[in-house]
């Protein structure tokens, strides 16, 4: 049994949320300003939960009631006909919350005047308003005196407050309004019904029930008998069984991943094979057709070429008659027209063959009507089909086969399915060390929604890094002009910093709470030091050029252009420059290998790895390569391109020998623009255009 510790519940677990505790709003993870509280017991800050509460469709808000962020529990509003925007000040305030959040609990000894404090200043407290529920100094004390409406607060010496027998300590105002009629304080409990009641609540329902009392006979010695006890064992066990199914959860997706990628292989290998004997055929058809065209066009070109000649031969014998027409002799003419009379004769009667033999051409393919007939009859590449067996059954019988649910069959006319939820058990091991590159497989982990409350375009993330600790990321988001931070598990961005103007990439510096970040629109590289309260400027590079893509190099910084690479020191003067064909993607990718000794980069549709001095150590190219717009390498250096025309991501051996498509385009997602690894090279960030709705930005793993 527990010992009644309500504190003991988060100090005894392992909680991956723990830097979120009670004094943190779950939605701007900030101390409290102004809590609110919802009759869930959940707790915001005044202007988040009146921004959550206006940002929502008037069709979620029907009858005066929203639901809370977390646990989606609705609560209502004691006037719901009023102004969305005015719900928030109808909620009760938590003094409790808002006193420790900043800092100093009710019950300390240092007291600080509350009216004085809110103008910022600093003034000892001595008396008490019972009425306010605030600390007061003497002048303050003074302005409850003067002014009529709060002339008959009840106002004590904080030392009586404190320390008088029989009276209450400065406990926080508790102002619990009754969740069926608001606007009235729960007063008494009825423990026939485990009911808070107010006087309402006792008037037309519990009249005629037997023990009702006032809470405050009730409150005296509840942490010294087992009530709280009993009510933190059962929410102790709630959470751990919380984390138990979502830890069978977790291995379910990842199981399903597995199986996902799987059978997704299987499907591109046979629409491979199927693409890949149409392309045998088109060449084919190709070959041919041109050897034909090119035979016909010469041909043409050949007789063209004749009338040429005749047709020039023609012009400077007509120039040479009439020049011995105009200076020679009359026997000189007569002798030189009688010449021409026979080449006359035979200029005509090469005109004659090519007229007997003129034709038109034209083309026309008839496609293969057996090939045309299949593919019309082709509506699927196959069958889908489900299993789904009972859980707990499964678990009961140790190992026997489950109840076993009817198998919907799911046709594959297209690549969009629905998810489905399988048993759990146990995840295959896979041990990566040094595996074969073409032997890994990215396995989808979850998407991530990058749009926050009232912005008004769409989201559009270029760039993005893993932050030090492994469990957050921050991405660029070019559109908003802002950084959004993420944290794993989350999904939604936790923090975002406004910028001056649009980020493209951005990139960790040597210390782990530093950034650099790309500004094309003003031509800087700016860094920042980032902490929970927002950015820190440290310096900017001004270029003389719009700067796309950077990483960090040691001491050094690489920086993309349109047109070229450049190799900055810390201090901005230019090192060295590699020029590169034009660009024209949404940024032109640049990465540094994990030691720093390897650049890469895309040079028009070829992607680039140079040494640290600019030599060219190799140079790939593919045809399935035709827009590279992201990289990235993994743990063994094996480069990763998202190419935003073939709307594939691509993968390249670390010595550039071999290449291959890892991942195709989904339904309804285009081009992807943005790849990133983290510290480790096995878990990956990708972003891809949504048609019609902005980006999604998913999470990938690495197996092998």
Not at 93 to 101: E, G, T, V
Not at 144 to 155: C, D, L, S, V, Y
Not at 483 to 489: E, G, I, P
Not at 509 to 516: Q, S
Request: charge should be negative; aromatic fraction near 6%.
């Amino acid at each position: 049994m527990n010992n009644g510790s309500v504190t003991s519940l988060k100090k005894n677990k392992k909680d991956p949320d723990a830097d979120i505790d009670v004094f943190t709003c779950p939605l701007c993870l900030r101390h409290y300003s102004d809590p609110k509280q919802l009759d869930c017991l959940h707790n915001f800050c005044e202007g988040c939960l009146n921004t959550y509460i206006t940002s929502k469709e008037k069709k979620d808000l029907l009858d005066g009631k929203f639901t809370c962020p977390i646990c989606h529990i609705p609560t209502s509003i004691s006037v719901p006909e009023s102004n969305p925007e005015t719900w928030t000040g109808q909620l009760p305030d938590n003094s409790l919350i808002a006193s420790l959040a900043e800092g100093v609990p009710l019950n300390s000894e240092t007291q600080v005047c509350t009216p004085c404090k809110r103008e910022g200043k600093t003034s000892a407290a001595k008396h008490w308003c019972r009425d306010c529920f605030e600390p007061l100094c003497e002048f303050c004390k003074g302005i409850h005196r003067k002014i009529k409406q709060i002339t008959g607060h009840r106002i004590i010496p904080l030392e009586e407050a404190r320390n008088k027998p029989g009276n209450r300590r400065l406990e926080p105002k508790t102002d619990e309004t009754c969740t069926e009629h608001k606007g009235k304080t729960v007063e008494l409990f009825c423990p026939g019904h485990r009911k808070l009641c107010c006087v309402v609540c006792f008037a037309t329902n519990h009249r005629e029930c037997h023990g009702i009392k006032m809470i405050d006979e009730l409150v005296t010695d509840i942490k010294s008998t087992g009530e709280l006890a009993e009510v933190v064992d059962a929410m102790t066990e709630i959470v751990h069984r919380a984390d138990e199914q979502i830890a069978d959860k977790s291995q379910a997706t990842t199981l399903l991943n597995l199986k996902y990628a799987e059978l997704t292989e299987k499907i591109e290998l046979l629409t491979q094979k199927a693409i890949e004997r149409l392309e045998l055929l088109r060449e084919e058809s190709l070959r041919r057709f041109e050897k034909f065209h090119i035979k016909e066009t010469k041909a043409l070109e050949h007789r063209m070429s004749v009338l040429q000649s005749s047709k020039l031969a023609m012009d400077l014998d007509l120039k040479y008659l009439e020049a011995v027409a105009k200076h020679g002799s009359s026997s000189m003419l007569f002798i030189t027209s009688e010449r021409l009379r026979h080449q006359i004769g035979f200029h005509r009667e090469i005109l004659t063959v090519d007229k007997e033999k003129a034709e038109d051409l034209d083309y026309r393919f008839e496609f293969n009507e057996h090939f045309l007939a299949t593919a019309e009859k082709i509506t699927s590449l196959g069958k889908l089909r489900v299993k789904r067996s009972n859980v707990e059954e499964n678990n009961h019988v140790n190992g026997e086969q489950g109840l076993e649910r009817n198998a919907p069959v799911i046709d594959l006319a297209s690549r969009s399915l629905e998810t489905y939820t399988v048993m759990s058990g146990k995840i295959p091991h896979s041990i990566m060390g040094n595996p074969e590159p073409f032997s890994l497989k990215l396995i989808k982990e979850k998407d991530y929604n990058g749009s926050t409350p009232n912005e008004r375009r769409i989201v559009w993330f270029t760039g993005g890094m893993f932050m030090a600790d492994g469990v957050h990321f921050l991405m660029a988001d070019y559109n908003n002009h802002k950084l959004k931070k993420f944290k794993r598990d989350v999904y939604y961005p936790v923090m975002e910093f406004p910028l001056d103007s649009a980020p493209c990439d951005v990139t960790a510096a040597n210390n782990d709470d530093e950034i650099i970040v790309t500004l094309p629109h003003v031509c800087k590289i700016v860094h920042y030091r980032i902490n929970s309260e927002g950015l820190k400027l440290l310096g900017a590079i001004t270029t003389h050029s719009a700067p796309e893509g950077v990483a960090s190099m040691g001491d050094k910084i690489v920086v993309s252009f349109g047109d070229c690479i450049k190799i900055l020191g810390e201090d901005g003067v230019e090192i060295q420059t590699i020029p590169t064909l034009e660009s024209f993607t949404y940024t032109a990718p640049v990465v540094v290998s994990r030691d720093n000794q390897k650049i890469y980069h895309r040079d028009g549709e070829a992607i680039v790895c140079r040494s640290t001095e600019g030599e060219e150590v190799f140079r790939y190219q593919d045809r399935a390569l035709r827009e590279p717009a992201g990289l990235a390498l993994d743990f063994e250096d094996n480069i990763y391109v998202c190419d935003c025309k073939s709307n594939t991501i691509f993968q390249v051996t670390s010595d550039g020998s071999r290449g291959r498509v890892v991942r195709s385009a989904r339904v309804n997602v285009g081009s992807p623009v943005g790849i990133g690894f983290d510290q480790t090279g096995r878990r990956l960030w990708v972003t891809a255009n949504i048609r019609r709705s902005g980006q999604l930005l998913t999470m990938f793993y690495l197996i092998n």
